[in-house]
């Protein structure tokens, strides 16, 4: 079976924003939806702010092995219902994967648990992502750096926790560096986190970041049975325990008796 990725972004900015609507006609997660579709095990479709429940309904969320989250202006729009309905999902098993300033996300803030932060400079600056994982399946097929020409940058502190595994991390022109690139497990679901990906340059039509993403989908895809009623903390009885269990319950013996220590 294909991996079924879900591609959700606000809309927004290509709706108002004549340069963003010039590089990306038809909307980023479009792009980053294509991206996707080059690869023949990956099956890609889109949502939106805008819509209905933001395009997440619990029976859509059922058939997403995997959602790619890109926000930026309308964070606190996302209703915490969803947020919620999405964080569930994570925890049975779908991988999430957040874009750039998917990091002030309501849903990647939920699941991480801390105010994910960061320091910000958008003055179209060249960008090194440099592979220090060689080895992880998200940088396969990737050299030594992915330079992007124009970009926003990120820096460190990133107040996130700290990371399974850090596959990028970013220089920036301006001589910062950045964790660009991580990863987390949170419940049965994998989480990971790409910074690039600023709405005024045409970063999701670079090869190496579709490269990226189509790997990032391959990884966080949890081939395993969902989990269910991950809620509940059941009391097992003794009379269901998988093998009978005679009594050995605590006994007090005075000093001198049998079985004192």
């Known amino acids: 079976m294909p991996i079924r990725a879900l591609v959700w972004g606000e809309n927004i900015h ?52 995997v959602l790619l989250w890109w926000g930026h202006k309308a964070h606190g729009e996302v209703t915490d219902a969803v947020v919620e309905r999405v964080a569930h999902r994570v925890w049975e098993g779908m991988g999430l994967i957040v ?51 124009m970009t926003e940058m990120y820096g460190e502190p990133f107040t996130v926790p700290e990371p399974d595994e850090t596959v990028f991390i970013s220089w920036y022109q301006g001589g910062e560096v950045f964790r660009s690139g991580m990863t987390w497990r949170r419940g049965a679901g994998r989480v990971f986190y790409l910074s690039p990906g600023h709405e005024t340059y045409p970063i ?30 059941p009391n097992v009885p003794t009379e269901k325990a998988p093998e009978k269990i005679e009594s050995r319950g605590p006994h007090l013996h005075a000093p001198g008796e049998a079985g004192f220590r």
């Open 14 to 65: 290509e709706r108002e924003n004549a340069v963003v609507r010039e590089i990306y006609p038809h909307g980023m997660h479009n792009a980053i939806a294509n991206a996707l579709r080059q690869n023949a095990d990956i099956t890609a479709e889109t949502a939106t702010l805008e819509e209905p429940e933001h395009g997440l309904p619990e029976a859509r969320l059922d058939e997403t092995d």
């Open 99 to 149: 874009l750039h300033s998917g990091h002030f996300s309501k849903i990647f803030k939920r699941v991480m648990g801390t105010p994910c932060s960061l320091k910000w400079r958008e003055a179209g600056e060249r960008e090194r992502l440099w592979v220090i994982n060689r080895n992880h399946p998200i940088a396969a097929g990737l050299g030594e750096c992915v330079e992007v020409p």
């Open 204 to 233: 999701y039509h670079q090869p190496e970041i579709g490269q990226i993403l189509r790997n990032a989908v391959a990884w966080a895809h949890n081939p395993l049975p969902r989990w269910k009623n991950i809620d509940d903390a």
